[in-house]
């Protein structure tokens, strides 16, 4: 007889010993501090707070047949999502949510012991999923402005690298890479990721270069224009003779029947969409503007649909704990790069205006 602890010894090494990767939902931290849920302002996943199209809704609701299997080949899928992006669809692979795509380009190029160049501080998922696959995560520092650092990643660049990671715009920063630099990147040869799931509040993207560096490849989702996160739905695009890898590893039935619908009711309303994300990028303004007066905080440009904070004067964690005690939810970060710091995503107006409010009374109790 075989003993549940005998087991372990089992599972691969990489594996051993670690503990659920599981965040609380905002709802079981509001339940928990006794506030009502709907009460909450939810600030701390960079969610799109209008939500998707109503299109969407109707669409899924009219729909009947969800007791079929999904197409498994991706074709309506591809076809939408490359008139969106301006391509051909054998160059476009759907997953279920930007991470799914992620981990499917990770288990292609990755055998334990490779090396993986990750631009740090950055979305803390590339190293999780690269570490999944076994692979040694090589970081390469960014600047004090967070930009990359083009020539330390040459420098980091082995027999054995295998991909490299870069987040435009970056997560949890908000800076953008200048082009120059992530197509001297891309001009070393090996496989780059350019994880552009901000692209549209950026308006910056490499997708024209990978015809001319076979080994870019590009990253999006639509959780935060479309405001699907909940639907789960991501794509890449890359040259067609690796888009045909990737469809030969992932998961059948990656994509499922409700994201089609989603997909296809959001790009035909995506004049709403782009509306939406136009306020957001013009509360983002106004956001830095307000918190650039708040004298114990040092906000960061961003060109996404949230804002890093250097705490100068206080705890960058008890602020937040005390912002999470009012009902409002932010990210605290405490990384060696991100240390006393933390993200605020951007809300709707009387959101970000709570958020204001409170920070200001936090700063006059500082002062005292």
């Not at 047949?65 to 759907?94: C, H, K, M």
């Not at 970081?139 to 040459?154: L, Q, T």
């Not at 990147?185 to 549209?200: K, L, S």
């Not at 590009?218 to 003779?241: C, D």
Request: charged letters at 25%.
């Amino acid at each position: 007889m075989v003993f549940p602890d005998e087991l372990e010894r089992w599972i691969r090494p990489v594996l051993q010993g670690r503990t659920a990767h599981v965040m609380k939902s905002p709802d079981q931290i509001m339940e928990e501090l006794g506030i009502a849920p709907e009460q909450a302002i939810k600030l701390n996943r960079n969610e799109n707070p209008f939500g998707c199209s109503p299109k969407v809704n109707q669409a899924l609701a009219d729909y009947v047949t969800y007791n079929l299997y999904p197409d498994d080949a991706q074709t309506e899928f591809r076809e939408l999502i490359s008139q969106y992006v301006g391509t051909t669809p054998d160059r476009v692979v759907g997953a279920a949510g930007g991470s799914h795509v992620l981990d499917i380009i990770v288990r292609l190029f990755v055998d334990p012991g490779d090396e993986v160049i990750n631009c740090v501080p950055t979305f803390g998922l590339y190293e999780f999923i690269s570490d999944l696959y076994g692979a040694k995560i090589v970081e390469v520092p960014r600047d004090g402005n967070f930009d990359i650092d083009v020539n330390a990643i040459k420098a980091a660049i082995t027999e054995k690298t295998k991909l490299i990671f870069l987040c435009n715009p970056n997560n949890p920063t908000g800076n953008i890479t200048q082009q120059e630099d992530l197509l001297a990147v891309a001009e070393t040869g090996v496989p780059v990721v350019v994880d552009e799931a901000y692209y549209e509040f950026s308006r910056e993207t490499v997708v024209p270069f990978i015809a001319q560096y076979p080994n870019m490849m590009v990253a999006r989702t639509l959780s935060k224009w479309a405001g699907m996160a909940g639907i789960r739905l991501g794509y890449g695009i890359f040259t067609t003779s690796i888009a045909n890898y990737l469809m030969g590893i992932k998961l059948p039935f990656g994509i499922s029947t409700p994201a089609v619908i989603a997909l296809r009711a959001s790009l035909q309303d995506k004049d709403y969409l782009m509306k939406n994300v136009k306020q957001l990028i013009a509360e983002g303004e106004r956001l830095y503007q307000e918190l650039t007066q708040i004298d114990f905080l040092r906000p960061y440009p961003s060109r996404t649909n949230f804002m890093f904070c250097v705490v100068l004067r206080g705890n960058a964690n008890e602020i937040v704990e005390e912002l999470k005690r009012r009902g409002i939810l932010i990210t605290f970060y405490d990384t060696p790069r991100l240390r006393n710091g933390f993200r605020i995503s951007v809300g709707r107006r009387e959101q970000n205006d709570k958020v204001i409010d409170v920070l200001r009374d936090i700063g006059a109790s500082l002062s005292k």
